[in-house]
T-cell receptor, first 115, second 115 residues
Framework: KQEVTQIPAALSVPEGENLVLNCSFT??????LQWFRQDPGKGLTSLLL?????REQTSGRLNASLDKSSGRSTLYIAASQPGDSATYLC??????????????FGQGTILTVHP | DGGITQSPKYLFRKEGQNVTLSCEQN?????MYWYRQDPGQGLRLIYY???????QKGDIAEGYSVSREKKESFPLTVTSAQKNPTAFYLC??????????????FGPGTRLTVL
């Protein structure tokens, strides 16, 4: 059974700082790894998806990496801004079995970027 | 505008009542999902559907029911058998249930409160 853990649970940084959010998973037979952003009281916004055949994906100031052998993914945010303040969630999708397409979520990292 | 809509945004239920949460998507996606989000527990999968007229139980299906009569619609009924239904409910969809770049997209959520 896949388990996903995110560290740290909360992070506070000054504006302009580069930062890394960590995600670890127990089952290396991961098919996709998806990073989301959630603002308070809102739904999830997909940020990046990394397929198992890829090692990283980039979108603007965001870069996500995937290392299946070590069971880790990281989300790198460059030059952080107060508007980046949100909860960041990672989720893994495993292939096969009876739950195709099912995402297993970590509990999230609450990011606060202060001016 | 393509996307996923959920209604209502807020829903209040009395003890013993069944309530139905609406989820509609115009992304032409085959697969749809229902998740429940509780503070400190992350997102958990309730039900999912890979194709019209088919659906499967997720991790916490007890006390819930769904239907998938149309590709664009996946309503969730919270029955009186669900003992602790107060939560934030999120609907998602993806192009297909398994394989490929199966990125999930989420709706804005429905907050259900039991009075």
């Amino acid at each position: 059974k896949q388990e996903v853990t995110q560290i740290p649970a909360a992070l506070s940084v000054p504006e302009g700082e580069n930062l890394v959010l960590n995600c670890s998973f127990t089952d290396s037979a991961i098919y996709n790894l998806q990073w989301f952003r959630q603002d308070p009281g809102k739904g999830l916004t997909s940020l990046l998806l990394i397929q198992s055949s890829q090692r990283e994906q980039t979108s603007g100031r965001l870069n996500a990496s995937l290392d299946k052998s070590s069971g880790r993914s990281t989300l790198y945010i460059a030059a952080s801004q107060p508007g980046d303040s949100a909860t960041y969630l990672c989720a893994g999708q495993n292939a096969g079995g009876t739950s195709y397409g099912k995402l297993t979520f970590g509990q999230g990292t609450i990011l606060t970027v202060h001016p | 505008d393509g996307g996923i809509t959920q209604s209502p945004k807020y829903l209040f239920r009395k003890e013993g009542q069944n309530v139905t949460l609406s989820c509609e998507q115009n992304l032409n996606h085959d697969a749809m999902y229902w998740y429940r989000q509780d503070p400190g527990q992350g997102l958990r999968l309730i039900y999912y559907s890979q194709i019209v007229n088919d659906f499967q139980k997720g991790d916490i299906a007890e006390g819930y029911s769904v239907s998938r009569e149309k590709k664009e619609s996946f309503p969730l009924t919270v029955t009186s058998a669900q003992k602790n239904p107060t939560a934030f409910y999120l609907c998602a969809s993806s192009p297909n249930g398994a394989g490929g770049r199966n990125e999930q997209f989420f709706g804005p959520g429905t907050r259900l409160t039991v009075l």
